[in-house]
């Protein structure tokens, strides 16, 4: 009996073996389409994140580490360890401390996992984990989507030398952040919305920049629970930031809030990256920064009206509840497809999800009044599916990996240059025009009456 059953247990292995290497000849042979149909990208992200793993240990074991901000974010939970729940008095050797207190969990997590800062090669290889998670968070978003053909991934995985720089060799905290925002993304497309905000929230208590995506998920959270129904929602975001921010709130709330929430922050000219071409007088102008925050709600505002909202009722409506619309949307779920009448986008609905997030996100980091180099992983990874899921018709295969070679070459100039940060600025406003106009609403279908009609048609439409 025994020997049957480990007969058995061969076998069904032999079997699964030879399934897999079947899969592995026939996209072989078929390498051609492999690499441009959406449907092989769990076969291609597979090779890539084993490629990765091996291309990030290789980092870490070959290119020198170099000393930004761990060791401040070190000596900034190291006070916290210590007892001090004044957030004014938490700081590190490049300043006082700036994020919400989620970082400071976090941090205070990796500070003690790593013989309180001191392991830095342990705290690569944490980081070098965090990258595979993350890539694993988004293959999976994409693979939803279903719109970016795999050979693009080649470029989003090995030809970014900032990217692995950013995680490996830099140790910040936006990685973090937005590891946790692509898991956040991930709940929402499976409709798990109250977890997905919940991830929300704490993603945006380890860096600001996340709020970036808050008024695209506004947007979808108003559009699939109307007002009342999203309040519950909002609620738990702000929940969770009182949870974690409690210890220091309950000492000095003031400070607290006007460190981890300062909206008002300066940044240094030397460290931007997309306004390099300005002269510095005009770079830390306050009229400057006014300026960009009108540029960013005119745009969050355009893309709302007539790229986010496809009803033909008024925006208004999607402060009602669902059921009591005129025209109601299907449930943001992956079995429904929206938008099928357009011919220009036709987007599945987690593809709208991804599109509404994504495109809101992008918005805010074209009018950012700063990008330093670590910033560039706030959109890097969306880069793809915003430039592909758009048709090719409007912007040809070549032109748009031409467009993701010289974005990454833009962030790879240092220090920035006057030539590198209008080079930004030109691929951004491409990206930006590609996604308005090819996501443009079809033209109004106009149905003939009734009466006029053929004969033929009416008694097939009985």
């Known amino acids: 009996s025994g020997r049957k059953h480990g007969t058995e247990r061969n076998g069904g292995t032999t079997m699964a073996a030879g399934r897999g290497a079947a899969v592995l000849r026939r996209a072989w042979r078929e390498r051609r389409v492999a690499l441009l149909e959406p449907s092989y990208t769990p076969l291609v992200a597979a090779c890539l994140c084993l490629a990765e793993g091996g291309v990030n240990l290789w980092v870490i074991r070959r290119v020198p580490y170099t000393e930004i901000d761990w060791k401040a974010y070190m000596e900034e939970v190291e006070g916290f360890a210590n007892g001090t729940l004044d957030y004014t008095q938490l700081k590190g050797d490049t300043g006082p401390l700036v994020y919400p207190a989620g970082f400071v969990y976090i941090f205070l997590g990796l500070y003690y996992a790593t013989g309180r800062g001191t392991d830095v090669r342990l705290a690569q290889y944490l980081f070098a984990g965090l990258y595979l998670l993350n890539l694993l968070l988004v293959f999976r978003i994409y693979c939803r989507t279903n719109k970016v053909p795999p050979y693009v991934f080649f470029f989003m995985c090995c030809a970014s030398y900032r990217i ?40 945006v208590s380890v860096k600001m920049n996340i709020l970036l995506f808050a008024p695209g998920l506004l947007f979808l959270l108003l559009q699939r629970f109307g007002l009342l129904g999203c309040i519950p929602k909002l609620c738990i975001c702000a929940l969770l930031q009182v949870i974690l921010g ?15 929430f300062d909206l008002g922050r300066q940044f240094q000219f030397k460290w931007t990256v997309n306004w390099r ?56 779920t992956a079995n429904n497809i929206l938008w099928q009448a357009s011919r220009v986008c036709p987007l599945n609905a987690s593809a709208q999800i991804v599109f509404v997030l994504f495109s809101s996100n992008f918005l805010g980091v074209c009018c950012s009044r700063s990008l330093h180099y670590q910033f560039y992983v706030w959109y890097f990874h969306t880069l793809p599916y915003l430039l592909w899921c758009t048709p090719t018709a409007k912007l040809a295969h070549m032109p748009k990996v031409l467009l993701l070679g010289v ?14 940060s209008l080079s930004l600025h030109i691929c951004h406003g491409l990206v930006l025009l590609q996604l308005w106009y090819g996501t443009a609403p079809p033209p109004a279908l106009h149905t003939p009456p009734p009466s006029r009609r053929p004969a033929a048609v009416s008694k097939k439409a009985q």
């Open 164 to 203: 692995h720089s950013i995680f490996v060799l830099r140790l910040f905290n936006d990685p973090v952040a937005m590891a946790i925002l692509f898991l956040a993304i991930n709940l929402f497309l499976e409709e798990r919305w109250s977890w997905g905000c919940l991830l929300f929230s704490l993603a």
């Open 277 to 332: 071409f300005l002269p510095e007088e005009v770079f830390q102008n306050r009229a400057f920064h006014a300026a960009l925050l009108l540029a960013h709600l005119a745009g969050l505002g355009l893309f709302a009206l007539h790229r986010w909202h496809r009803s033909k009722e008024s925006i208004l409506a999607l402060l009602k509840d669902p059921a009591e619309r005129k025209h109601p949307s299907p449930p943001l």
């Open 246 to 260: 409690l210890p220091f709130l309950l000492v000095n709330p003031v400070g607290y809030l006007t460190r981890s």
């Open 407 to 420: 974005i990454e070459l833009c962030w790879n100039t240092y220090p920035s240059t006057v030539c590198s």
